[in-house]
C-alpha cells in the first residue's frame, strides 16, 4: 500500500519538473542562424594570410610541416628565377581529414602566415574535398596579426626591399671604399 | 696518449692534438666555428674558450681558447666552468649582432652550424638594438649561391678556397666588421672544388644553387649512401630525394676515400637523374617505327618479346660497361655466358687495364687510396692530367706537398693542427710534386717540376727514372741534357722519401707509361723504400669490370658482322662514345635485334628494338670497384617511377622469363633480391670473392630494426600524395638491403656503410660527422671503408717491362692527336645537369704555337676539323705546354665522337676561314 | 740633465745630417763592434742597463733578444724590424726622433741587428709619416754611401742592409705580429704566439720587432755603458724617456726625462699646468689604449714598474689630459670609435664587440641609455681582456673605458638620468672636438 503512494508521489513529482519546463527559457542554440561566440585565438580553419603590403606571407621555410604532429602539410618552396624575388610556396597542402586543429603549426610559423581561425564549419561528404590547397588557403588579409611583415626584418634582397633597407639595416657596406 | 682532466674527469687523449678536437672526439660538447678537422686551428671565433686551471688548488683559472691549446698530459680544464659558458654564450651574441633575420628563408637552416652553437650557448635575448651592416652579394656562378649578410667571418671560406684547395679567385675585403668574402668581381668561382664551401661555411653565405632550385629542409630528405659515378675515384656521397625528384649530393665521409671534400663534378652532376630524357617507360619498337607499348599485368610485353628474341637468337651477344655495377655486369654475363660476355670497351683501354691488373696483383707495390696520397712526401705523375681527370686526386696532392716541409715545423716544435703557425713557417715551401703530360692547368703552379711532352716521351721519362732507381732496370741511353737532369732531379726526390707514390693515367693510350710507372715503383720497392701506386682509370667500374673480364668491343663488333651473333643486348653503355660511329651504325644495323637497358637517352638508345628503363645509381643498389681496386656499396635512395627498374632485376627478369619453357632456372634467373646478386657476383670472378664483405646484407638488423632513409622529423606524409589519391599506401619494403623507407627504424649506432646522413643530438649539420669519429678527423668508429680486393701477394717483382718506346718522332704531316679531359663536358652523366652544362666549354683544339705558324693559325681562331668522316668547328689555343708534333683535343659532348688517341693529318684536315674562302 | 736622445735635435724642425750625426759621436758605437764586442756581450750589455720596450709593452730588450735562436744552425737570414708605425693616438714621439735624427735609428738598428746576428733590417713606418720617410731615405743613402751599410764592417764580416718600408695605413700594423704579416704583403692580421717571431717571425725566419725609440737608446749603452745608463733614471728602470702632454694644458709638448719622472712633474713643472679656467680630472698614460690615471696617481714614478697594474700601465708615456671642461663620455666616445674602426676583423669579441661599444656610448651621448647599457659596457670591459681575443688591440680598447666606468661612474649615471650630456647643456662654445 505504502509503496502504492510512494510510486504516485515520484510520478507526480516527475511530471511537474517537466511541467514547469514549459516555461523556462531554452539553451537550445539555434544554430546556423545563430553563431555561437568563438574567441579569436579559437583554433578553427587552417588560412595562409598576407602581410600588410598585400604580398602572401607564406615563405616556404617548412617549419609549420615540420611541426604538425601529423604530417599533414607538405609544400615545396618555388625557384624563383631572379635570386633577390620572394621565396613563396610552389604548392601547399593540408589535409583536413587528418588535421587536429592543434595550432602547433602557427606556433612555429616565423611570419605568421599560416593562422588557426575561429571557423569550424569545414564539413564535407567525400574525404578528398578536405584536401585544401593554396587557393583554398590563402586569404586577402592579414588575419589576427596585422602589422608583421617578415621581408622587413630579414636581410635577403627582394623586389619592394633592398639591402640596407630593412628594419634597422644599415646602407651595404663598400667594399672597394679605402676609408676607415 | 695522454691524460687530461675535463670538469674533475680524466681522459685519455692523442697529445698530438688540441684540446677542442680532444674534447671532442670523447662526445663532449665544446663549440667552434673556425676549426676544421681537415684545416686545422687558427684561433679567430674565439667560441671554444674553455676554463684552464694551473693544478688541482688554483680556483680561478683564466680563460684559454682549446682549439689553440695542446691536449698535452695533465692539462686540467673546464667546459662548464660558469665564466667560459657566459663567455661563449657571449661570442654567440656578438655574432648575432649582424645575423640577419633569414633563418625562414636560409637553405643552410635545419642544419645549420650557427643555428647548432647558438643553442648549445643558450644564448636566446637580444640586447643589442642598434643597426646590423649588410652587403651586397655577389653571383658566383652556376654552383653557388652568395647571400654575404649572413656571414660570421669564421675565415673558413677563404681558408679552405686558397689554402686547402689551391684557389686564386676568392678571398676576404675590407677590415672590421665590414669584411668581405668574395671575388673581385663577380663571376664563376673557377676553383673545380668550390662546392665544398657550401659544407665548409657553418652560416648560408655560400648554399649549394642547384639544390636551390629544388629546395628541401634536410629532415624532410629520404637520403641513403651512394657511390659518385663520375670518374674511377669512388668518392663516396649520400643522396637525397624528395617527391620522387633527387634533390642534392652532399659528401660522405670515408676517411680512406674523399674524406670531407668531393669535387664540383660528384656534387653537382647529379640532375641526369631527373633529365627530361629519362627513359621511364620499357619501349619495344618495330624496327625503326618507334611506337610505345603499354605494359600489361605480369611480365611487361618487351619482357616477353625479348625473352623470345634470346631464346630463338641464332647467337646472342652481351656488351657490359664500366659504369653499370657489379652486379648488373655479373647478372648479363650469366645470361648470355661469359663467352658471349663483353666488357664494351675498346681494345686499347681493355689493354691498358689488363696491364694495370697484372702490375697490381702479380707486383709488390700497392694501390694507394686518396689517404695514402695525403700522406705521400714525394709524387711523381706519368701522364694524367689529375684536375681534369680524377680531381679529388688532385685535391690530395695539393696537401701530399705540405708533407716534406713538416719537418721543420716538427723541429720548431710547432703543433701540426696550428695551421696558421705552420703555414707561416712553412711560407711557400713545398715537397716534391712533378708532374707530367700534355697540358698546363692552374694545377702545375704547385709542381717542383713539370715535363710537358708527348705521350711516349714521358713513358721514356719514367724508364729513365726507374734505370737511375733500380738495380737492373732498364735505363734511356739517349736522352736529352735537360731531361737526364730532370730524371735525376725525379729519382732523388724519390728515394729520399718515405712514402713514395707514382701515379699514370690511361686517357693518353700508352701502354709504356704503365708499364713505366710501374717500373719506377717497383725499382723504389727494390732499393727497400714503400713506394704506391696510383693508375687513374677513366669510369667508376673500370676496375671492377675489367677484374669480372670478357671480350673487346672488336670482338662483339666481329661476332655481330659474321654473323655468329644476332641478338644483342647492351648494358648501360652508349657505344658511340666507344667506337667509331660507322662501326656502330653497322653494328646495330646488321643486328636482329637490339635491346638495351639504361637510364638516360642516347646514341645507343636510339637504336633500341627494346628498350627497358634502368635504375640510375640512386635508384639502385650495387657495387663499384674504384681505381685503387677499393669495392664499394651504394644503396637505392628511392624508389624510381614508371617502369624503371635495377639493371641486375631487368636482367633477371628477362633469366626467368627465358626459362620459362626450359623448366629449371640457372644463373641470373634464380636472383629473387640483391643478397643472391652479391653472392653470385662473389663467385663470378676469383678476384670478387670478398664483395659479401664490403656491408651486412638484406638482412642485417640491430635490435630487430632496419635502418631507416628518412629523418624522424620526415613531414607531410599525409598530404603528398592526398591530391591524387586520399589512399595512403604503406610505404614501400625493401628487400634489398637493410635500409628501410621509412622514418622507423634504428638510430643507434651503425656499420658504417649503413650510415647515409651523419646527425647527432644537438648537431644538426655535417659537423655531427665529428660524433661518428673516436678522434676528429681520423677514421669512423669501427669503419668498413670498402674492400680492397687487389693487394699484392708478391714479395718483389717478377721482371721489368723492357720494351722503351722511341723518342717521339712524328711521321711528317701527322700530329698525334690526344685526348684532353674536361673536368666539366667528358662525363657522360654529369653533362646532362644545367649547372654543369654551363661550364663546359666550347670544343678546342691545342697545339703548341710552332705547329700553329706552320699552319699558319691564329690564337682563338675558328676552323673545321675532319676527323673520322666528320666536321668539327673548333677553337684553336695556342699553348706553350702542348708537345710539338701532337694536337689535344678538348673531349666535350660536341666531339664525343672521336676516337683519341689517332694520327691527323692537320694540314689537310683543318679549314680555316681564309681556306674555306679560298675554295 | 743629459738628454742623450734628443740633445742635438734642431730646435727649428730642420734634421741632422750625417756629418753633424758622426761630428757629435755617431757611428762610433760600431767600433767596438770590431775591438771584441761579440753579440752576446752586446745582448748582455742592453739586459744589464735594462732598456726596456717603449712601444708600450716595456719587455726587457735584452730578454726579448735572448729567444732568437743563434749560432751555426739557426735559420738565416733573420731579420730585425724598427716599428715605426707610431698609431697610438696621442703618440708622437718616435716621429720626433725620425724627423730630427733620422741616423740614429739607423746606427741603433745596425747594433741590434749585429746583436742577433740579423743581416736584414726593416724600417716599417707609418704611412701618413711623409717627412720621417724622406729624412730616413736621406739618411739610409748617406749611410750606404758612408759604407755603414751595405758593406762589411771594417775589420768584421758583419754587414747590414737596412730598407724603409712604408705602411699602407691601419692601427693593427702596430702590433708587431701584424706588422710582420704586413711586411710580408698579406694582410695586417696578428699572429698567434706562440711561436714567436724570435723563432718563426718574417717570412718564417727569426726576427725581433723593436720599437724605434728602444732602438735610439741602444748607441748610447754601447758608448757609455749600463752604470750610466741607469744613473740616468730615477728608479730600477733605466735610461731616459721622451715624455709628452696634450689637452688642456698651458704648455702641451715633449721632454726628455729620467725614466720614473712623475706624473705631476711633468705636468706641472714642464706643461705648466692646466690651461686657464679648467681643471685637472685625469690623464692617460701612455696612448690611448692604457687606463685613466687620476689626482691620486700623479706622483706615481712613470716607469715601467712603478704603477701597480690594478691602476694602469705606462704605455707610450705620451699622455693626454682629461680636463672637466670636456665630458668624459664623450671623450670615450672618441675613442671607442677609433678603435672600432681599427680592428682589424679577425676575432669576434673585438669585431662585433667594438662597435657595438661605441654605439652604446653615442646612445648616452644622445640621451637615449639606460642602465642595461652600463651593465653592457661592464660586460665588455669584462670579457675584451687579453686571452679572450686574439691581441691586444681590444683589450686596449677597454683599458680607458673601465677607467672611465670606475671614475666617471657618476658622469655616466647623469647622462641617463637627464637624458642627455651634461656638458652639452653647458655653453656650447665649450664644446670639445676630441
Known amino acids: ?180 | 696518449m695522454a691524460t687530461i682532466i675535463v670538469d674533475n674527469k680524466s681522459y685519455t687523449v692523442n697529445e698530438q692534438q688540441n684540446l677542442l678536437a680532444a674534447c671532442l672526439g670523447h662526445g663532449l660538447n665544446v663549440p667552434y666555428f673556425c676549426w676544421h678537422p681537415a684545416m686545422g686551428s687558427v684561433g679567430a671565433c674565439r667560441q671554444c674558450a674553455v676554463k684552464q686551471f694551473k693544478d688541482d688548488r688554483d680556483q680561478s683559472g683564466r680563460l684559454v681558447m682549446s682549439c689553440m691549446t695542446p691536449a698535452t698530459n695533465g692539462t686540467r680544464i673546464s667546459i662548464d666552468d660558469p665564466e667560459a659558458k657566459a663567455f661563449r654564450a657571449s661570442v654567440i651574441e656578438w655574432l648575432m649582432v649582424n645575423h640577419p633575420h633569414d633563418c625562414p628563408v636560409c637553405d643552410e637552416g635545419g642544419e645549420c652550424h650557427l643555428q647548432d652553437m647558438t643553442v648549445m650557448t643558450g644564448h636566446v635575448y637580444r640586447r643589442y638594438r642598434y643597426q646590423k651592416r649588410t652587403h651586397r652579394n655577389q653571383s658566383l656562378g652556376p654552383f653557388i649561391r652568395h647571400e654575404m649578410n649572413r656571414c660570421i667571418q669564421c675565415y673558413r671560406c677563404v681558408r679552405y678556397y686558397r689554402d686547402y684547395a689551391g684557389g686564386h679567385d676568392l678571398n676576404v675585403f675590407g677590415s672590421h666588421d665590414a669584411v668581405y668574402f668574395g671575388r673581385e668581381q663577380d663571376g664563376t668561382l673557377e676553383n673545380e672544388f668550390s662546392g665544398n664551401l657550401v659544407e665548409v661555411c657553418p652560416t648560408g653565405v655560400f648554399t649549394d644553387k642547384t639544390f636551390f632550385h629544388h629546395y628541401t629542409r634536410k629532415w624532410d630528405l629520404q637520403a641513403a649512401q651512394s657511390i659518385c659515378p663520375h670518374c674511377s675515384l669512388g668518392c663516396n656521397t649520400t643522396a637525397a630525394e624528395r617527391s620522387g625528384t633527387l634533390r642534392r649530393i652532399t659528401n660522405r665521409f670515408n676517411s680512406q676515400v674523399n674524406g670531407y671534400f668531393l669535387c664540383d663534378r660528384g656534387r653537382f652532376g647529379y640532375e641526369y637523374v631527373n633529365s627530361p630524357h629519362r627513359i621511364k617507360r620499357a619501349v619495344m619498337r618495330q624496327k625503326r617505327h618507334p611506337s610505345q607499348l603499354g605494359t600489361t599485368e605480369g611480365v611487361p610485353q618487351p619482357l616477353e618479346f625479348t625473352a623470345d628474341c634470346v631464346r630463338q637468337a641464332r647467337g646472342i651477344v652481351g656488351i657490359g660497361s664500366p659504369r653499370a655495377s657489379l652486379e648488373a655486369n655479373v647478372a648479363l654475363q650469366s645470361l648470355v655466358g661469359p663467352q658471349h660476355f663483353y666488357q664494351g670497351i675498346d681494345e686499347q683501354e681493355g689493354q691498358l687495364l689488363s696491364t694495370i691488373l697484372k702490375v697490381l696483383q702479380t707486383g709488390p707495390v700497392p694501390s694507394a687510396s686518396i689517404h695514402d696520397a695525403e700522406q705521400s712526401d714525394a709524387v711523381f705523375v706519368l701522364g694524367a692530367d689529375l684536375l681534369n681527370e680524377a680531381p679529388r686526386l688532385a685535391l690530395a696532392l695539393l696537401q701530399s706537398i705540405r708533407q716534406q716541409p713538416m719537418e721543420q715545423v716538427d723541429e720548431l716544435k710547432i703543433p701540426r693542427w696550428d695551421e696558421a703557425a705552420v703555414r707561416n713557417a712553412v711560407q711557400n715551401r713545398r715537397g716534391p710534386l712533378f708532374l707530367t703530360g700534355y697540358q698546363r692547368t692552374w694545377f702545375h703552379e704547385y709542381a717542383t717540376d713539370t715535363y710537358f711532352a708527348a705521350p711516349d716521351d714521358i713513358a721514356r721519362l719514367g724508364f729513365a727514372v726507374a734505370g737511375s732507381i733500380g738495380q737492373g732496370a732498364p735505363s734511356v741511353p739517349d736522352l736529352s741534357t735537360e731531361v737526364r737532369d730532370l730524371t735525376q732531379r725525379i729519382a732523388e726526390a724519390l728515394t729520399h722519401a718515405q712514402r713514395p707514390l707514382i701515379i699514370a693515367g690511361t686517357e693518353s693510350g700508352s701502354q709504356a707509361t704503365i708499364e713505366a710507372a710501374a717500373n719506377v715503383a717497383w725499382a723504389l720497392h727494390q732499393q727497400g723504400k714503400q713506394p704506391r701506386l696510383s693508375f687513374v682509370l677513366p669510369e667508376c667500374n673500370s676496375v671492377g669490370l675489367a677484374l669480372l673480364g670478357g671480350g673487346s668491343l672488336n670482338d662483339a663488333f666481329d661476332a655481330i658482322r659474321r654473323g655468329k651473333a644476332d641478338t644483342v643486348i647492351v648494358l648501360e653503355n652508349d657505344l658511340y662514345r666507344r667506337a667509331e660511329q660507322a662501326n656502330v651504325d653497322a653494328f646495330f644495323e646488321t643486328a636482329q635485334t637490339v635491346v638495351v637497358i639504361d637510364s638516360v637517352e642516347n646514341g645507343t638508345t636510339a637504336h633500341a628494338d627494346v628498350l627497358l628503363p634502368a635504375a640510375t645509381g640512386p635508384e639502385s643498389d650495387g657495387t663499384f670497384v674504384n681505381q685503387e681496386g677499393r669495392a664499394q656499396r651504394f644503396y637505392q635512395v628511392f624508389v624510381p617511377d614508371g617502369d624503371v627498374k635495377e639493371s641486375w632485376r631487368w636482367l633477371s627478369d628477362l633469366g626467368r622469363a627465358t626459362s620459362q619453357e626450359g623448366g629449371s632456372e640457372s644463373g641470373v634467373a634464380t636472383w629473387r633480391n640483391f643478397d643472391d646478386a652479391v653472392s653470385a657476383t662473389a663467385i663470378a670472378a676469383p678476384m670478387l670473392a670478398r664483395i659479401g664483405e664490403v656491408a651486412p646484407s638484406a638482412s642485417f638488423r640491430l635490435v630487430g630494426q632496419k635502418v631507416p632513409r628518412q629523418s624522424e622529423r620526415c613531414s607531410g606524409r599525409t598530404s603528398l600524395i592526398s591530391h591524387l589519391t586520399m589512399h595512403e599506401p604503406p610505404p614501400p619494403v625493401d628487400h634489398d638491403s637493410p635500409l628501410g623507407f621509412t622514418m622507423e627504424g634504428y638510430r643507434g649506432p651503425l656499420p658504417s656503410p649503413l650510415i647515409s646522413q651523419f646527425w647527432a643530438p644537438g648537431w644538426n649539420s655535417i659537423q655531427a660527422v665529428n660524433t661518428y669519429q673516436d678522434e676528429v678527423g681520423g677514421p669512423l668508429r669501427d669503419e668498413m671503408p670498402g674492400v680492397r680486393l687487389i693487394e699484392p701477394v708478391a714479395t718483389k717483382a717478377a721482371g721489368w717491362f723492357t720494351t722503351i718506346p722511341r723518342a717521339y718522332q712524328p711521321p711528317t704531316h701527322q700530329w698525334l692527336l690526344l685526348a684532353l679531359s674536361a673536368v666539366f663536358g667528358s662525363d657522360e652523366l654529369s653533362n646532362q645537369s644545367p649547372a654543369i652544362a654551363e661550364r663546359i666549354g666550347k670544343p678546342f683544339l691545342s697545339l703548341h704555337p710552332s705547329d700553329g705558324a706552320r699552319l699558319t693559325l691564329e690564337d682563338h681562331s675558328t676552323i673545321d676539323l675532319v676527323l673520322q668522316g666528320t666536321t668539327y668547328r673548333l677553337v684553336v689555343h695556342l699553348d706553350p705546354s702542348t708537345p710539338v708534333g701532337t694536337a689535344g683535343l678538348s673531349l666535350v659532348p660536341e666531339v664525343s665522337g672521336v676516337r683519341v688517341p689517332a694520327w691527323v693529318d692537320l694540314l689537310k684536315a683543318i679549314q680555316t676561314e681564309q681556306t674555306r674562302r679560298a675554295a | 740633465m743629459e738628454r742623450p736622445l734628443t740633445q742635438h735635435i734642431h730646435p727649428d724642425g730642420t734634421t741632422r745630417t750625417l756629418r753633424e750625426y758622426v761630428k757629435t759621436g755617431g757611428y762610433r758605437s760600431l767600433q767596438r763592434l770590431s775591438s771584441g764586442l761579440a753579440p752576446k756581450d752586446l745582448q748582455r750589455l742592453v739586459t744589464d742597463a735594462g732598456l726596456r720596450g717603449r712601444g708600450g709593452g716595456g719587455f726587457l730588450t735584452g730578454t726579448k733578444w735572448s729567444f732568437v735562436p743563434m749560432g751555426a744552425d739557426a735559420q738565416k737570414p733573420k731579420y730585425i724590424v724598427a716599428n715605426g708605425d707610431e698609431m697610438e693616438p696621442g703618440t708622437f714621439k718616435d716621429r720626433v726622433l725620425m724627423e730630427g735624427d733620422p741616423h740614429g735609428l739607423v746606427e741603433g738598428m745596425i747594433l741590434a741587428g749585429y746583436a742577433i746576428d740579423a743581416e736584414i733590417g726593416y724600417i716599417f713606418l707609418r704611412g701618413e709619416y711623409h717627412l720621417s720617410a724622406q729624412r730616413l731615405t736621406e739618411a739610409i743613402a748617406e749611410a750606404y754611401a758612408a759604407g755603414y751599410l751595405g758593406k762589411p764592417l771594417p775589420g768584421m764580416g758583419f754587414r747590414f742592409d737596412l730598407h724603409l718600408h712604408a705602411s699602407a695605413g691601419r692601427y693593427i700594423c702596430g702590433e708587431e705580429t701584424a706588422l710582420i704579416n704586413a711586411l710580408e704583403g698579406k694582410r695586417a692580421v696578428p699572429r698567434a704566439k706562440p711561436p714567436f717571431p724570435q723563432t718563426v717571425g718574417l717570412w718564417g725566419k727569426p726576427t725581433v720587432v723593436q720599437n724605434v725609440e728602444t732602438l735610439y737608446n741602444i748607441p748610447h749603452i754601447v758608448n757609455q755603458g749600463s752604470d750610466w745608463y741607469h744613473r740616468l733614471s730615477r728608479t730600477q728602470d733605466g735610461g731616459t724617456k721622451i715624455y709628452g702632454i696634450s689637452g688642456r694644458v698651458a704648455n702641451p709638448g715633449w721632454w726628455e726625462l729620467p725614466l720614473g719622472t712623475t706624473a705631476r712633474e711633468v705636468l706641472e713643472r714642464y706643461a705648466g699646468g692646466m690651461a686657464d679656467g679648467v681643471r685637472f680630472r685625469g690623464l692617460l698614460p701612455g696612448g690611448i689604449s692604457t687606463a685613466f690615471m687620476t689626482e691620486e696617481h700623479l706622483d706615481l714614478p712613470l716607469d715601467f714598474s712603478s704603477i701597480p697594474p690594478e691602476v694602469g700601465r705606462l704605455g707610450t708615456a705620451t699622455m693626454i689630459v682629461l680636463d672637466d671642461h670636456t665630458c668624459p663620455v664623450r671623450f670615450v666616445l672618441n675613442l671607442e670609435k677609433f678603435f672600432a674602426r681599427e680592428s682589424c676583423g679577425w676575432c669576434t669579441p673585438c669585431r662585433e664587440g667594438l662597435p657595438w661599444v661605441a654605439r652604446i656610448l653615442m646612445s648616452f651621448e644622445e640621451g637615449r641609455a639606460t642602465s642595461e647599457d652600463l651593465s653592457l659596457l661592464k660586460m665588455h670591459a669584462k670579457w675584451l681582456a687579453p686571452g679572450h681575443t686574439f691581441c691586444g688591440l681590444a683589450p686596449g680598447a677597454m683599458a680607458p673605458l673601465q677607467s672611465a666606468l670606475k671614475y666617471f661612474h657618476d658622469d655616466f649615471e647623469r647622462h641617463i638620468s637627464t637624458e642627455g650630456c651634461p656638458w652639452s647643456k653647458k655653453s656650447s662654445q665649450q664644446r670639445v672636438l676630441v
Open chain 1, 1 to 180: 500500500m505504502m509503496n502504492t503512494w510512494i510510486y504516485a508521489r515520484n510520478l507526480v513529482v516527475g511530471l511537474w519538473i517537466v511541467f514547469k519546463r514549459t516555461f523556462t527559457k531554452p539553451v537550445t542554440v539555434q544554430y546556423p542562424e545563430e553563431q555561437p561566440y568563438l574567441p579569436p585565438r579559437w583554433r578553427g580553419r587552417i588560412v595562409l594570410t598576407r602581410d600588410p603590403d598585400g604580398e602572401e606571407r607564406c615563405v616556404a621555410c617548412y617549419l609549420c610541416s615540420a611541426a604538425c604532429p601529423v604530417d599533414c602539410i607538405s609544400l615545396q618552396a618555388a625557384d624563383n628565377p631572379e635570386a633577390h624575388e620572394r621565396r613563396y610556396p610552389a604548392f601547399f597542402r593540408i589535409n583536413f581529414s587528418r588535421c587536429i586543429y592543434c595550432g602547433m603549426c602557427e606556433e612555429a610559423c616565423p611570419t605568421n602566415a599560416i593562422q588557426l581561425i575561429p571557423d569550424f564549419e569545414q564539413s564535407e561528404y567525400a574525404r578528398r574535398n578536405l584536401v585544401y590547397e593554396k587557393e583554398d588557403l590563402l586569404i586577402s588579409g592579414t588575419g589576427k596579426y596585422h602589422d608583421y611583415n617578415f621581408y622587413r626584418m630579414a636581410g635577403v634582397r627582394t623586389r619592394d626591399k633592398d639591402k640596407g633597407q630593412g628594419e634597422h639595416e644599415l646602407p651595404p657596406v663598400d667594399v672597394k671604399s679605402l676609408m676607415p
